[in-house]
């Protein structure tokens, strides 16, 4: 189960997409990057990023620690900057936050960063399954940390969830764009990825983590589905991406023997 903690300070933007993150201190003395349920991209960014970063959790990849943040509306009152304090107001309630970690740097692999071939393989397999396209060399979304690697920022994926009707087709999707995946060069072994991933997601792990997503966030997403409608229509989803999951896993292999 997910926590849930308070925020008890605003501590710094980190400006870089459009979805206004920042360091918040929260009473359990961590510190958490918060995505808010305010910013541009609004909820369905957070339960992207709940849903598709547990996931990888749950397939053994280092995805930092998720907590619910709330924040009260006390919190941006006396918040000098205008754009931050609309943002801390149209976020009261629950939002998403990451374990912060400290001293962390983007990988690059034009500074010779590499990636063991089994996690580069399980990367690109999830990416692949989950439809995250922020992964790319430019916008690689993935932390290095005490040497290891951390995968962030799963907000875009899940990006059926904008458009239901085209779900269907999409869960079959090929996923073509995974040719741009910063780490598809030492991705050797992407089927027994796919292997270790379908074993590790059986047995009601994608039901438990659908299930956590917060009630009022499938609320307020526009539309007459209920949220047990919806929660439905994602387990769905994954039902029929694992079922295609040849598909995608072929793809990948052939954009990475078009690499190297
Ligand atoms: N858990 C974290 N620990 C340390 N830094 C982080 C963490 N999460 C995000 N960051 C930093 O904040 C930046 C923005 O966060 P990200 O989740 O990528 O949001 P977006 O790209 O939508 O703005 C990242 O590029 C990274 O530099
Ligand atoms: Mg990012």
Request: aromatic share 8%; glycine share 6%.
């Amino acid at each position: 189960m997910l926590r849930s903690v308070q925020a008890i300070r605003y501590v710094l933007p980190l400006r870089e997409g459009g979805s206004l993150p920042a360091i918040v201190e929260a009473d359990d003395l961590g510190m958490y990057v918060v995505k808010f349920r305010g910013a541009g991209q609004g909820i369905l960014a957070l339960i992207a990023e709940l849903i598709a970063g547990e996931i990888g959790r749950a397939m053994g990849l280092r995805v930092p620690e998720i907590v619910f943040v709330e924040f009260d509306p006390a919190l941006g009152r006396n918040e000098p900057d205008a754009e931050i304090r609309h943002l801390l107001r149209a976020s009261v309630g629950l939002n998403l936050g990451l374990d912060y970690l400290p001293g962390s740097v983007m990988f690059d692999a034009a500074a010779r960063d590499t990636a063991p071939p089994d996690e580069a393989s399980m990367l690109v397999w999830f990416d692949a399954f989950t439809q995250n396209v922020d992964r790319t060399p430019r916008n690689a979304n993935l932390l290095v940390w005490h040497r290891k690697l951390y995968p962030i920022d799963h907000g875009a994926a899940l990006f059926f969830h904008h458009d239901w009707e085209t779900m269907p087709s999409k869960a079959r999707s090929s996923f073509p764009q995974i040719e741009k995946h910063v780490l598809l060069r030492w991705a050797t072994q992407i089927e027994q990825a796919g292997a270790t991933a379908r074993a590790k997601l059986r047995d009601g792990v994608i039901e438990d983590i659908v299930a956590q997503v917060p009630e009022e966030w499938l609320e307020s997403i526009p539309g007459e589905v209920p949220a047990a409608g919806r929660r439905l229509a994602y387990v769905d989803f994954f039902r029929r991406r694992l079922d295609a999951a040849h598909v995608f896993e072929q793809e990948a292999i052939h954009a990475r023997s078009r690499l190297v």
